[in-house]
C-alpha cells in the first residue's frame, strides 16, 4: 500500500486524511521534517511514497491526478509531492536538505512539499505536473484564503472535469462525436465496479472476434450482425483507454495490449470477411491481404516518421508552419483528420458496408480509401523532410534501424560495405530493391529462378541501405519501403501460385510477421529496446524471410509452397508471440498509455 505522509499540523474540519484515504494511501502524520524523514525510511523501499501539506485543500480528483499516477517516477501538484521506488533516492536527498521552519515545524510559512519540488527542480530532476485545468490544488496561507479555496472548490464539478479528461484529447471526428459522448460514461460505470482497462481491452477483442465469425458465415444477417458487433467492439476500444485516464489505471501490459489488439481485432475482421465471401464462392483473400498489407505499411509510415523526429532538432519547415496555421482554424482540424482515415472512420466504414454490400466491395472501398489516406499523409510527410533542416539524433537512428529489422545476411553484407550509400541515394536503393523483388515475383509465373535473382537483388539493396546510421532526411522512408517489399512479395508469390489455399497461408504468415513489428515499435515507444538480437536472427530478418519465400517458390510445387508457408507462419508466429509475451508480461518498461497515432 502507497503511503501518504501529512506534514504539519492538521487543519480541524480538513477532509484530507479521508481523501487520501480513498485514494489507496495509508496515511501517517508528521509534525515536523525530521519526523518525515524517519516516516519515508520507514516506509517499504519500493513503494509509492506522498508528502501533503496537511493545509491543502483541492479536489480530490487533483490529489488522484498528482500523487497516483504511475507513469511518472516523480509527480506534484501544489501542496503535494510523490515519489515512485525508483525515484525515492531522490526525494529523500531533496528531504536531506531542507531546514526547519517556524520552530521546528513544516507549516509556519511555506510548505514543505512545495519545497521539496523546487529542490529537485534545481537538482535537474524532472518532476511531472499534470494539467489541473479548473481543478483546485492550492495551500491557503491564512483562514480568509482557505475559504476562499474551498469556494472554488465547490464551484466546479469535479466529475464533470474528470469525464471531459477522460477523453483522449485528440481524436478523429466519429470517435470524438459518435462514441466519445456515452463511452465514457461506460467508463465510469466500468470504473465504479471495479473493471479495469485490461479487462475492457480483453471484452473488445473478443467481442471483434465474433464478428469476425459472425462476418465469415457468408449469410446478410452475419454481415449485418458482424457490422453491428465490430461497432461494439470499437466503443469498448474507445472504453479502455477513457477508463485508464479516468481512473489512472496505466500500465505497461495495458498499453502493450491496447495496441495489439487493436491491429488483431481489425486483421482478424478481414480474414472473417475473406471467408464469409468464399462460403458465397467469391475468393477476396488477395483483397483482404492486400488490405493488411496497405494498413501495415501506412502504420509503417507514422512510426518512422514519428520515431525520426521524435528528438530532433531545429526540426521546422515551412510545410510544418502552414500545416500549423490550417490547425487554427476549426474545420480544417477536422477534415484533414478525416482524410487520414483513422480507425474509428476506418472501422464505421467497414462495419456499414459489410452490413449492406458484399466482401468484395467492402475491400475495394477500404482499399481505394487507405491509398488515397497513405498519399496524402506520405506526401506531407515527404514535403516536411525535404523543406526542414533537422538534425536527427543517435536514438533516432537506432529506433530506424530496429524498425528496419535487418536480418544476418544484409548485416554481413552491410559490415563488408562499410559506409554504405550517401544522402538520398539511402531511401532510392531501398525502394529499387523492393521494386525488384516484388516485381520479379508479381510479373514472372510460379515456379521460376527470377524472384530469386530479384531477392537476391533486394538483399544487397537493403545492405546498402543500412550500412549508415539513418540520419538521412528521407530515412524514414526505409522501413515502410521493407514492408512493402517483404510482404508484396509473400502476396505475389501465393497469387501466383493459384492453389487453393496459398493466399490464406500468406495471410497468416504476414500477419505473424507483421504482429512482430509492431511488437517492435511498442517496445520503442515504451523506451524498452528493441526485440533481443536472437530472436530477428531465429526469424532471418526481413531480408531473409524474403530470399527463403522466393526460394521455395522456385523449389516447390504450388501445393508444397502452401505447406511451407504455413509452417514458416507458423513457427514465426510461436517465436514471436512467446517471447512477446515474455517480455510484456514482466517488463520493467515504465507504465504507458498510447495517446498517439489516430490510425
Given at each position: 500500500?502507497?503511503?501518504a505522509?501529512?506534514?504539519?499540523?492538521?487543519?480541524p474540519?480538513s477532509?484530507?486524511?479521508?481523501d487520501l484515504r480513498?485514494?489507496?494511501?495509508d496515511?501517517?502524520m508528521?509534525?515536523d521534517?525530521?519526523?518525515?524523514?524517519?516516516?519515508?525510511?520507514a516506509?517499504p523501499?519500493?513503494?509509492?511514497?506522498?508528502?501533503?501539506?496537511a493545509?491543502?485543500v483541492?479536489?480530490?480528483?487533483?490529489?488522484r491526478?498528482?500523487?497516483?499516477?504511475?507513469?511518472f517516477?516523480l509527480?506534484a501538484?501544489?501542496?503535494?509531492?510523490?515519489?515512485?521506488?525508483?525515484?525515492?533516492?531522490?526525494l529523500?536527498?531533496a528531504l536531506?536538505g531542507q531546514?526547519?521552519?517556524?520552530?521546528?515545524?513544516?507549516?509556519?510559512?511555506d510548505?514543505?512539499?512545495?519545497?521539496?519540488?523546487?529542490?529537485?527542480?534545481a537538482?535537474?530532476?524532472?518532476?511531472?505536473?499534470?494539467?489541473?485545468?479548473?481543478?483546485?490544488?492550492?495551500v491557503?496561507?491564512?483562514p480568509q484564503?482557505?475559504n476562499?479555496?474551498?469556494?472554488?472548490?465547490?464551484?466546479v464539478d469535479?466529475?464533470?472535469?474528470?469525464?471531459k479528461?477522460a477523453v483522449k484529447?485528440r481524436?478523429g471526428?466519429?470517435?470524438?462525436?459518435?462514441i466519445s459522448p456515452y463511452?465514457?460514461?461506460l467508463a465510469?460505470?466500468?470504473?465504479?465496479?471495479?473493471?479495469t482497462?485490461?479487462?475492457v481491452?480483453?471484452?473488445?477483442?473478443?467481442?471483434a472476434?465474433i464478428?469476425?465469425?459472425?462476418a465469415a458465415t457468408?449469410?446478410?444477417?452475419?454481415?449485418?450482425a458482424?457490422?453491428?458487433?465490430?461497432?461494439?467492439?470499437?466503443?469498448?476500444?474507445c472504453?479502455?483507454?477513457?477508463l485508464?485516464?479516468y481512473?489512472?489505471?496505466?500500465?505497461t501490459?495495458?498499453?502493450?495490449?491496447d495496441?495489439?489488439?487493436?491491429r488483431?481485432?481489425?486483421?482478424a475482421y478481414y480474414?472473417?470477411?475473406?471467408?464469409?465471401a468464399a462460403?458465397?464462392?467469391?475468393?477476396?483473400?488477395?483483397l483482404?491481404l492486400g488490405?493488411?498489407?496497405l494498413?501495415?505499411?501506412?502504420h509503417?509510415?507514422?512510426?518512422?516518421f514519428?520515431e525520426?523526429n521524435?528528438?530532433?532538432t531545429?526540426?521546422?519547415?515551412?510545410t510544418a508552419?502552414l500545416?500549423?496555421?490550417?490547425d487554427?482554424?476549426?474545420?480544417?482540424v477536422?477534415?484533414?483528420?478525416?482524410i487520414?482515415?483513422?480507425?474509428?472512420e476506418?472501422?464505421a466504414?467497414i462495419?456499414?458496408l459489410?452490413?449492406v454490400?458484399?466482401?468484395?466491395i467492402?475491400f475495394?472501398?477500404?482499399?481505394?480509401?487507405c491509398?488515397?489516406?497513405?498519399a496524402y499523409t506520405t506526401a506531407?510527410r515527404?514535403l516536411?523532410?525535404?523543406?526542414?533542416k533537422?538534425?536527427?539524433?543517435?536514438?533516432?537512428a537506432?529506433?530506424l534501424a530496429?524498425?528496419a529489422?535487418?536480418?544476418p545476411?544484409?548485416?554481413a553484407?552491410?559490415?563488408?560495405?562499410?559506409?554504405?550509400?550517401?544522402g538520398l541515394a539511402?531511401?532510392?536503393?531501398?525502394?529499387?530493391?523492393?521494386?525488384?523483388v516484388?516485381?520479379?515475383?508479381?510479373?514472372?509465373g510460379?515456379?521460376?529462378?527470377?524472384?530469386?535473382?530479384?531477392?537476391?537483388?533486394?538483399?544487397?539493396?537493403s545492405a546498402?541501405a543500412?550500412?549508415r546510421?539513418?540520419?538521412g532526411?528521407?530515412d524514414w522512408?526505409?522501413?515502410p519501403?521493407?514492408?512493402?517489399a517483404?510482404y508484396?512479395?509473400?502476396?505475389?508469390?501465393?497469387?501466383?501460385?493459384?492453389v487453393?489455399?496459398?493466399?490464406p497461408a500468406?495471410?497468416g504468415?504476414?500477419a505473424?510477421v507483421?504482429?512482430?513489428h509492431?511488437?517492435?515499435v511498442?517496445r520503442?515507444?515504451?523506451?524498452?529496446?528493441?526485440?533481443p538480437a536472437w530472436?530477428?536472427?531465429?526469424i532471418?530478418g526481413?531480408?531473409?524471410?524474403?530470399?527463403?519465400?522466393?526460394v521455395l517458390a522456385?523449389l516447390?510445387?504450388?501445393?508444397?509452397f502452401?505447406v511451407a508457408?504455413?509452417?514458416i507462419?507458423?513457427c514465426?508466429a510461436?517465436?514471436?508471440?512467446v517471447e512477446?509475451?515474455?517480455f510484456?508480461?514482466?517488463a520493467?518498461?515504465?507504465a504507458?498509455h498510447?495517446?498517439g497515432?489516430t490510425?
Amino acid at each position: 500500500m502507497p503511503t501518504a505522509i501529512v506534514t504539519g499540523q492538521p487543519v480541524p474540519g480538513s477532509s484530507l486524511e479521508g481523501d487520501l484515504r480513498s485514494l489507496g494511501f495509508d496515511v501517517r502524520m508528521a509534525a515536523d521534517t525530521a519526523e518525515a524523514r524517519n516516516l519515508i525510511a520507514a516506509a517499504p523501499a519500493d513503494g509509492r511514497v506522498a508528502l501533503v501539506d496537511a493545509r491543502f485543500v483541492g479536489h480530490p480528483h487533483a490529489l488522484r491526478l498528482g500523487l497516483t499516477d504511475p507513469r511518472f517516477p516523480l509527480a506534484a501538484v501544489p501542496g503535494a509531492v510523490t515519489a515512485q521506488g525508483t525515484a525515492r533516492q531522490a526525494l529523500s536527498r531533496a528531504l536531506e536538505g531542507q531546514d526547519e521552519t517556524g520552530g521546528g515545524t513544516a507549516v509556519a510559512l511555506d510548505s514543505l512539499p512545495d519545497r521539496l519540488v523546487t529542490a529537485l527542480d534545481a537538482d535537474g530532476t524532472p518532476v511531472h505536473r499534470p494539467e489541473l485545468g479548473s481543478l483546485v490544488a492550492a495551500v491557503p496561507a491564512d483562514p480568509q484564503a482557505r475559504n476562499e479555496a474551498r469556494q472554488a472548490v465547490l464551484a466546479v464539478d469535479e466529475e464533470d472535469v474528470r469525464l471531459k479528461s477522460a477523453v483522449k484529447s485528440r481524436d478523429g471526428f466519429f470517435t470524438t462525436f459518435c462514441i466519445s459522448p456515452y463511452s465514457r460514461y461506460l467508463a465510469r460505470w466500468c470504473a465504479r465496479r471495479g473493471l479495469t482497462p485490461n479487462q475492457v481491452t480483453t471484452a473488445s477483442l473478443l467481442t471483434a472476434l465474433i464478428a469476425a465469425g459472425c462476418a465469415a458465415t457468408g449469410t446478410r444477417p452475419g454481415f449485418i450482425a458482424a457490422g453491428v458487433l465490430l461497432i461494439a467492439s470499437f466503443v469498448l476500444d474507445c472504453t479502455d483507454g477513457q477508463l485508464a485516464r479516468y481512473s489512472l489505471q496505466y500500465s505497461t501490459l495495458g498499453a502493450w495490449l491496447d495496441a495489439t489488439f487493436d491491429r488483431a481485432k481489425e486483421y482478424a475482421y478481414y480474414a472473417g470477411l475473406a471467408l464469409g465471401a468464399a462460403r458465397g464462392g467469391d475468393d477476396v483473400w488477395a483483397l483482404a491481404l492486400g488490405a493488411m498489407i496497405l494498413q501495415t505499411c501506412r502504420h509503417v509510415v507514422d512510426f518512422s516518421f514519428n520515431e525520426a523526429n521524435h528528438d530532433a532538432t531545429a526540426n521546422t519547415s515551412p510545410t510544418a508552419a502552414l500545416s500549423d496555421k490550417l490547425d487554427s482554424v476549426g474545420w480544417t482540424v477536422w477534415v484533414r483528420r478525416m482524410i487520414v482515415l483513422p480507425i474509428g472512420e476506418r472501422w464505421a466504414m467497414i462495419a456499414v458496408l459489410t452490413a449492406v454490400t458484399t466482401p468484395r466491395i467492402t475491400f475495394y472501398v477500404l482499399l481505394i480509401g487507405c491509398a488515397l489516406a497513405a498519399a496524402y499523409t506520405t506526401a506531407g510527410r515527404v514535403l516536411r523532410s525535404l523543406t526542414r533542416k533537422a538534425r536527427r539524433t543517435d536514438r533516432a537512428a537506432r529506433a530506424l534501424a530496429d524498425l528496419a529489422d535487418t536480418g544476418p545476411l544484409a548485416g554481413a553484407l552491410a559490415r563488408v560495405l562499410g559506409r554504405g550509400l550517401p544522402g538520398l541515394a539511402v531511401p532510392a536503393a531501398a525502394f529499387l530493391g523492393a521494386a525488384a523483388v516484388v516485381a520479379c515475383s508479381a510479373l514472372t509465373g510460379f515456379g521460376g529462378w527470377l524472384p530469386v535473382v530479384g531477392a537476391v537483388v533486394y538483399v544487397l539493396t537493403s545492405a546498402l541501405a543500412t550500412a549508415r546510421p539513418l540520419k538521412g532526411s528521407l530515412d524514414w522512408l526505409v522501413p515502410p519501403f521493407f514492408r512493402a517489399a517483404e510482404y508484396g512479395t509473400v502476396l505475389a508469390l501465393a497469387a501466383r501460385a493459384d492453389v487453393h489455399g496459398a493466399l490464406p497461408a500468406a495471410f497468416g504468415l504476414v500477419a505473424a510477421v507483421a504482429y512482430h513489428h509492431y511488437d517492435t515499435v511498442y517496445r520503442i515507444r515504451g523506451d524498452a529496446g528493441a526485440p533481443p538480437a536472437w530472436l530477428v536472427r531465429a526469424i532471418g530478418g526481413q531480408e531473409g524471410r524474403t530470399l527463403l519465400v522466393t526460394v521455395l517458390a522456385a523449389l516447390l510445387t504450388a501445393s508444397q509452397f502452401t505447406v511451407a508457408l504455413t509452417v514458416i507462419a507458423v513457427c514465426v508466429a510461436l517465436l514471436v508471440l512467446v517471447e512477446s509475451i515474455r517480455f510484456w508480461v514482466s517488463a520493467g518498461a515504465p507504465a504507458v498509455h498510447d495517446e498517439g497515432e489516430t490510425a
